[in-house]
C-alpha cells in the first residue's frame, strides 16, 4: 500500500495539521517509502500472541492524596500566550455550524 | 585549568582543595562556549549570569566547610527538551520559540542537590526527532571534527558540547538511539539508561515507552557520576522504579572470565567496512583484557527498527496534540473556529519532520490500522525484548558498533527520512528492550569518531559501566580532543 496526496490531506485533518499542496505531495512519497519498510513487522506471525503492554508485571503505583506545592503557578499562567487577571483565554471549542 | 583534563572528581577535589574557585571554574567554561559555540552551534541558550551565580554560592558553601554532593562543581550543560525554572526551553521548535520553563525537571533538581552548576540549553532535532540535528527549528550542530558534517542527533548540541569541552558534562534525551548516536559520531561517551531508571518528571515527551534521560560526557566515570545522582524512584514519574544501585568502585576492576556477546546481525552488509574493521579491533582488544568474546544470534534484530519507528511515531502523535496554543508556546491564530486555528498553527509552527512523524502516527493509530500497525509493533516489541532476556542468561553484555557509518555530511540525508532513519539501526533494538546501552569512543575513520556500544540486561548498568570502563581505561581514544575552531 502507498498514500496518495488525498490520503495524507485527509490524515493530516485527523491529525489537526494544515499541510499545503506541496507538503502532501511530498509527504505522500516519503511516507509511503518509510510505509514499504516498516510493514515487514506484519511478516511475523504473532497470531497466538496476546498484548503484553506490560500491565500484568507491575503493581499499583498510586500515590496518597496530599497536598503539597508543584511548580510554580503564576509562571504557569504567565507561559499562555493570552492571559487575562489571570485567566488563560480559550478560544471558543464548539464550532459554529 | 585545562578545560579538556577536567572531570567529576577532579573538578570537587580542586574545589575542596581551593585550587581554584567555582567561580574561576565558570567563567573558564563560559570563555570557551563564547569563542567556540559560534561556529557549531551546540548552545541554544548560554546560562552566562545564572552560572555564575551559582558558582558564587557554591564558592561560599565550600567556604563555610560544606562539601555537599558528588557531583561539587560539575558544570552540567542540558539538553534543550528539559523544563528548568525560568529557562527559556524551546526542544528544538519554532512553537515554543518563547516558552520558559514553570518548574525545574527531576533530574535537575537532583544534579543541582549533588553540587552540579547549570551553563546552558542545548540544541537538539525538534523534539528529539532526528539523527543529525538538522531539524531543529534553530539550524543544525556541527560535528566538531569536521564542520562541514552533522553531530549526530537528536542530542547533538550535547555531544558536540562535550567533544569541544564547552561543559563537564551535558544531558541527553535517548529515545532510539538520541543519545549513544551523536556521542559515536562526535567521540565522546553517552549512556542510556534503563526504562524506568531516571524520571522524566520535566521532560518534553516524545515517545513515552521509550524515552529516557541521561549523560554524556568524556570518560565513562563521568557519566556514571552523573547517571547515579539522577537515577532511581520518583513519584512524578510513574514508571520509575526503586532497584538497586552501584557505587562508584564497583565499576572499576578488570573483567576477566566476562563473558560478551557478539551479535553477528550487528554486522550488516552496507555499514562502512573500515568502521566495522575499528568495531572488530576493539573486540580483539576486550579479549586481551580477559573478556570471553562469544558469537550471539539474534534473528529478531532486523525487524527492530520498524518496531521503534511505528512506536514512537504513533506515541508521539498523540503526545505532541498538547501543542494547542492555549496553555503554551505560540499564540493561536485568529480564525472562524477552534479546530481551524488549532491546524493552521500547527501547520505553521510544526517542522516538517515533526508533521511527517504526526501523519504516520496518525495513521498507525487509526482504525482499522491500528491491529496491523501499532498493535502488531507491540506485539514484535514483546517478542524482541523476550530474545535480549534469552541472549542474557548466555552473556553478561552485548557488543556491537553503534552507528553504521562515521558522521556523514550536512545535508546529504536530509531529503531522503527512510535513509536518515537507518542511522539509529543498532541502537533501536536495546530501546525497545527497555536495556540500558553505552557508548564510547573506539578509534577513528578518516579522521573521524567511531562507537563502541555496549549492552546489559535492563537495570544492570553496573556491569553495562564496568565494561565500558575497562575498555576505556586500556586505550586512548577518550583523551583524543575534537581540534577547536
Given at each position: 500500500m502507498s498514500f496518495t496526496s488525498q490520503d495524507i490531506d485527509h490524515l493530516s485533518r485527523l491529525a489537526g495539521i494544515r499541510l499545503t499542496a506541496g507538503e502532501k505531495e511530498k509527504f505522500s512519497s516519503q511516507l509511503s517509502s518509510v510505509l514499504e519498510y516498516v510493514k515487514?513487522?506484519?511478516?511475523?506471525?504473532?497470531?497466538?500472541d496476546h498484548v503484553?503492554?506490560?500491565?500484568?508485571?507491575f503493581h499499583d503505583v498510586t500515590e496518597k492524596d496530599q497536598v503539597r506545592p508543584y511548580g510554580d503557578a503564576e509562571k504557569m499562567i504567565e507561559a499562555a500566550p493570552e492571559v487575562r487577571d489571570r485567566l488563560i483565554r480559550v478560544p471558543p471549542v464548539k464550532d459554529a455550524s | 585549568m585545562r578545560l579538556e583534563n577536567l572531570h567529576v572528581d577532579d573538578i570537587r577535589s580542586s574545589l575542596i582543595a581551593k585550587q581554584y574557585s567555582a567561580v574561576e571554574l565558570v567563567t573558564a567554561y563560559l570563555k570557551r562556549v563564547h569563542d567556540v559555540?559560534?561556529?557549531?552551534?551546540?548552545?541554544?541558550?548560554?546560562?552566562a549570569d545564572e552560572a555564575l551565580e551559582q558558582a558564587r554560592a557554591l564558592d561560599s558553601r565550600i567556604s563555610s566547610g560544606e562539601n555537599a554532593?558528588?557531583?561539587?562543581?560539575t558544570v552540567i550543560a542540558v539538553k534543550d527538551n528539559i523544563l528548568m525554572k525560568g529557562v527559556r526551553t524551546t526542544a528544538g521548535s519554532k512553537i515554543l520559540d518563547t516558552y520558559k520553563g514553570a518548574y525545574d525537571a527531576t533530574v535537575v533538581d537532583r544534579l543541582r542537590s549533588a553540587g552540579a552548576l547549570f551553563i546552558g540549553k542545548t540544541n537538539l532535532?525538534?523534539?528529539?526527532?532526528?539523527?543529525?540535528?538538522?531539524?531543529s527549528a534553530y539550524g543544525a550542530t556541527k560535528n566538531p571534527?569536521?564542520?562541514?558534517r552533522v553531530a549526530g542527533g537528536s542530542s547533538g548540541g550535547s555531544a558536540a558540547a562535550i567533544a569541544t569541552a564547552m561543559s563537564c558534562a551535558a544531558l541527553g534525551t535517548d529515545t532510539g538511539g538520541s543519545i549513544r548516536q551523536p556521542a559515536s559520531l562526535c567521540g565522546v561517551v553517552g549512556m542510556r539508561p534503563t526504562?524506568?531508571?531516571?524520571?522524566?518528571?520535566?521532560m518534553i515527551a516524545l515517545s513515552s515507552s521509550l524515552d529516557q534521560i541521561g549523560p554524556v560526557t568524556k570518560t565513562v566515570g563521568d557519566a556514571a557520576a552523573v547517571f547515579l545522582a539522577m537515577a532511581g524512584r520518583d513519584s512524578?514519574?510513574?514508571?520509575?522504579v526503586e532497584k538497586q544501585l552501584f557505587i562508584p568502585?564497583?565499576?572499576?576492576?578488570d573483567i576477566t572470565g566476562m563473558r560478551i556477546g557478539v551479535?553477528?546481525?550487528?554486522?550488516?552488509?552496507?555499514?562502512?567496512p573500515e568502521v566495522e574493521k575499528t568495531v572488530r579491533k576493539a573486540l580483539k582488544q576486550l579479549e586481551k583484557l580477559g573478556a570471553k568474546i562469544q558469537e550471539v544470534h539474534m534473528?529478531?534484530?532486523?525487524y527492530s527498527l520498524a518496531v521503534y519507528y511505528i512506536t514512537v511515531v504513533s506515541e508521539a502523535s498523540s503526545n505532541l496534540?498538547?501543542?494547542?496554543?492555549?496553555?503554551?508556546g505560540s499564540k493561536l491564530p485568529r480564525s472562524s473556529t477552534f479546530r481551524e486555528a488549532y491546524r493552521r498553527l500547527r501547520g505553521d509552527e510544526l517542522g516538517e519532520e515533526v508533521k511527517r512523524r504526526i501523519i504516520l502516527g496518525t495513521f498507525s493509530l487509526s482504525q482499522g490500522y491500528f491491529d496491523r500497525y501499532y498493535l502488531q509493533a507491540q506485539k514484535v516489541r514483546a517478542r524482541i525484548k523476550h530474545e535480549f532476556t534469552k541472549v542474557f542468561d548466555t552473556v553478561d553484555c552485548l557488543v556491537a558498533p553503534?552507528?553504521?557509518?562515521v558522521a556523514f555530511a550536512?545535508?546529504?540525508?536530509?531529503?531522503d527520512p527512510l535513509t536518515m532513519y537507518l542511522s539509529d539501526i543498532f541502537t533501536t533494538p536495546a530501546s525497545i528492550a527497555d536495556a540500558p546501552g553505552i557508548s564510547v569512543p573506539c578509534g577513528f575513520v578518516r579522521g573521524l569518531p567511531v562507537g563502541l556500544q555496549f549492552m546489559t540486561a535492563p537495570f544492570d548498568e553496573k556491569t553495562l559501566f564496568k565494561v565500558a570502563h575497562a575498555y576505556e581505561q586500556a586505550?586512548?581514544?577518550?583523551t583524543r580532543m575534537a581540534p577547536l575552531a
Open positions: 515487514k513487522i506484519q511478516d511475523i506471525d504473532t497470531s497466538g503484553d503492554f506490560h500491565l500484568e508485571k | 559555540n559560534g561556529s557549531l552551534n551546540a548552545f541554544l541558550t548560554v546560562m554532593g558528588p557531583l561539587l562543581g532535532d525538534e523534539f528529539g526527532m532526528g539523527a543529525s540535528t538538522e531539524n571534527w569536521d564542520p562541514s526504562y524506568g531508571r531516571v524520571s522524566r518528571n520535566g512524578l514519574d510513574v514508571t520509575t568502585q564497583e565499576i572499576l576492576g551479535p553477528k546481525e550487528y554486522f550488516i552488509e552496507g555499514m562502512d534473528p529478531l534484530t532486523p496534540a498538547r501543542y494547542d496554543g492555549v496553555r503554551y553503534t552507528s553504521p557509518t550536512l545535508g546529504e540525508k536530509f531529503s586505550t586512548d581514544w577518550h
